[in-house]
């Protein structure tokens, strides 16, 4: 199979404009992120509707398509970025633009989630440890997923799943294993371009979830379980605790 990487990239963002291009030890986030996946895949693009973003990838080395400025999500983006491309691929992956640490490993995972032939869609989900914090088992912003026999995904949701009946909240986490959305998905081609001709889905209205649309549709999503933490940069404060990371990283590698 031949796998494509595509990194949407916007400019404008409420908690940190101008996100893509900020410094991460010498180089801009975007290309810190392009470099961390491009030998990984058969062909990695950034897709974005800023001219600045797309020069800088252009001028770092890296491979750039320039894609409408009003499109919903990134899904969205990733398929105008391919159609565009006019090269034909068997999977699509959607990596976040903010995770300059997204781990090698994880990327293969997704890559053998393929190799079952039911697969349409493939994400990561992440196990929480037994001795997670009450807190942030119920935080809603980190979406917990519900796995069947077959590893894939039957529901996705801001609140705790499944409920552990008969026991009190603090003893959940000891009684049954609780997984964390790892927010990366990898689709066949063809899938993509029926997905982003969907309209929105009710579940997905009411959790704010794009990927419930898709299963509300029938689509397999299969799940690859990591034990390895994705690290996004939503705002200054976390790009400054990016430094840090990469700093140590580099000295101690």
Same mark, same amino acid.
């Given at each position: 199979?031949?796998?494509?990487?595509?990194?949407?990239?916007?400019?404008?963002?409420?908690?940190?404009?101008?996100?893509?291009?900020?410094?991460?030890?010498?180089?801009?986030?975007?290309?810190?992120?392009?470099?961390?996946?491009?030998?990984?895949?058969?062909?990695?693009?950034?897709?974005?509707?800023?001219?600045?973003?797309?020069?800088?990838?252009?001028?770092?080395?890296?491979?750039?398509?320039?894609?409408?400025?009003?499109?919903?999500?990134?899904?969205?983006?990733?398929?105008?970025?391919?159609?565009?491309?006019?090269?034909?691929?068997?999977?699509?992956?959607?990596?976040?633009?903010?995770? !300059? @640490?997204?781990?090698? =490993?994880?990327? *293969?995972? $997704?890559?053998?989630?393929?190799?079952? +032939?039911?697969?349409?869609? #493939?994400?990561?989900?992440? !196990? @929480?440890?037994?001795? =997670?914090?009450? *807190?942030? $088992?119920?935080?809603?912003?980190?979406? +917990?997923?519900?796995?069947? #026999?077959?590893?894939?995904?039957?529901?996705?949701?801001?609140?705790?799943?499944?409920?552990?009946?008969?026991?009190?909240?603090?003893?959940?986490?000891?009684?049954?294993?609780?997984?964390?959305?790892?927010?990366?998905?990898?689709?066949?081609?063809?899938?993509?371009?029926?997905?982003?001709?969907?309209?929105?889905?009710?579940?997905?209205?009411?959790?704010?979830?794009?990927?419930?649309?898709?299963?509300?549709?029938?689509?397999?999503?299969?799940?690859?379980?990591?034990?390895?933490?994705?690290?996004?940069?939503?705002?200054?404060?976390?790009?400054?605790?990016?430094?840090?990371?990469?700093?140590?990283?580099?000295?101690?590698?």
């Amino acid at each position: 199979m031949r796998f494509l990487g595509i990194i949407p990239a916007r400019y404008a963002s409420t908690r940190f404009p101008g996100k893509p291009l900020a410094d991460l030890c010498g180089k801009p986030l975007i290309v810190r992120v392009y470099e961390r996946v491009a030998g990984l895949l058969d062909e990695v693009v950034v897709a974005t509707d800023d001219e600045r973003i797309f020069d800088t990838v252009l001028k770092s080395g890296g491979k750039a398509i320039m894609t409408s400025p009003d499109h919903q999500s990134g899904t969205d983006r990733c398929f105008e970025a391919y159609t565009k491309l006019g090269e034909h691929f068997d999977v699509i992956i959607n990596i976040q633009g903010d995770e !300059p @640490f997204i781990k090698p =490993t994880q990327i *293969e995972l $997704l890559k053998k989630c393929f190799e079952d +032939k039911d697969t349409q869609i #493939a994400t990561l989900v992440k !196990p @929480f440890p037994a001795d =997670t914090e009450f *807190e942030t $088992l119920f935080n809603p912003n980190t979406p +917990k997923v519900i796995l069947n #026999a077959k590893q894939q995904a039957i529901y996705f949701s801001r609140s705790v799943i499944p409920y552990i009946r008969g026991k009190q909240h603090t003893e959940w986490l000891k009684s049954h294993i609780f997984y964390k959305h790892i927010g990366i998905y990898a689709y066949l081609s063809n899938v993509l371009e029926e997905i982003t001709s969907l309209p929105q889905s009710s579940l997905e209205k009411a959790e704010s979830l794009e990927q419930l649309r898709w299963i509300e549709n029938g689509y397999v999503i299969k799940a690859g379980i990591t034990d390895e933490e994705t690290i996004g940069i939503d705002t200054p404060e976390d790009l400054a605790h990016a430094i840090q990371r990469y700093l140590y990283q580099a000295n101690h590698s």
